[in-house]
């Protein structure tokens, strides 16, 4: 019997989170996170010229894959990123595109 290196529960956590990644919407929302730091879902919806239901379901797999942070203030709900998680995740040369002014 071969034994694996490394479990399967941590090879499906990263499959979740590079499928999170792998839709320019989501790539597009990343980006407008980082450079506006926590946004409302309704400027989110402006920003990107999506509809609300497509939005919702972009942020919902986002947020599945702990790649950004919800906070509900009053009635609305609004998004950051995870820094350390997507910083984690990204190689030096995409990190420089979603995070242009930081060394990594």
């Not at 506006?36 to 947020?63: A, F, N, W």
């Not at 820094?83 to 030096?92: A, M, R, V």
Request: charged share 30%; with cysteine; hydrophobic share 40%.
């Amino acid at each position: 019997m071969k034994v694996s290196l490394i479990q399967e529960d941590v090879l499906s956590l990263y499959e979740q989170k590079f499928k999170a990644l792998s839709d320019k919407n989501r790539l597009r929302i990343i980006y407008e996170l980082n450079q506006r730091g926590k946004v409302c879902v309704c400027d989110l919806t402006d920003m990107l010229e999506l509809p609300q239901s497509k939005l919702s379901y972009h942020l919902k797999m986002l947020l599945d894959a702990n790649i950004i942070l919800m906070e509900r203030i009053g009635k609305w709900n609004y998004y950051q990123l995870n820094d350390e998680e997507i910083k984690g995740l990204l190689s030096e040369k995409l990190c420089c595109v979603f995070y242009p002014n930081t060394k990594t």
